[in-house]
Nanobody, 115 residues
Framework: QVLLVESGGGLVQPGGSLILSCAAS????????MGWYRQAPGKQRELVAV???????NYGDSVKGRFTISRDNAKNTMYLQMNSLKPEDTAVYHC?????????WGQGTQVTVSS
C-alpha cells in the first residue's frame, strides 16, 4: 500500500513561483510513474508533468518551459518547481503514483495564482 502526501500549495501573484512536494510512503516499487495532475473548477483533470522510472520526464503543453518535475529517490519525494505562474494555473494539484498494478492519488493541494 502506498500513501502520498502533497504540500507546498498556496496563494501566489502572477509571475511568481512555488514548489510542490509529494512524499510517498509504503511499498514503493522502483519501476513506476509518478506525476502531477491538476483540476480547476468545472474542468477535467489534466496532466501537468510525469517522471517515469525516476528519470524520464514528460510535460503538459501548457506548462512546458515553466515547470520542472524532479524526484529524490532516497527520500521517495517528488517535486514540482513552478515558475512564471499564470492565473490559469490555478487548480488543485494532485500527485500520482502508478505501476502496472495500481494507481494511487494524493489528497491534493490548492494553488491559486492571483493579484
Amino acid at each position: 500500500q502506498v500513501l502520498l502526501v502533497e504540500s507546498g500549495g498556496g496563494l501566489v501573484q502572477p509571475g511568481g513561483s512555488l514548489i510542490l512536494s509529494c512524499a510517498a510512503s509504503g511499498n514503493i516499487f522502483s519501476i513506476n510513474t509518478m506525476g502531477w495532475y491538476r483540476q480547476a473548477p468545472g474542468k477535467q483533470r489534466e496532466l501537468v508533468a510525469v517522471i517515469i522510472n525516476g528519470w524520464r520526464t514528460n510535460y503538459g503543453d501548457s506548462v512546458k518551459g515553466r515547470f520542472t518535475i524532479s524526484r529524490d529517490n532516497a527520500k521517495n519525494t517528488m517535486y514540482l518547481q513552478m515558475n512564471s505562474l499564470k492565473p490559469e494555473d490555478t487548480a488543485v494539484y494532485h500527485c500520482s503514483y502508478q505501476t502496472q498494478a495500481v494507481q494511487v492519488w494524493g489528497q491534493g493541494t490548492q494553488v491559486t495564482v492571483s493579484s
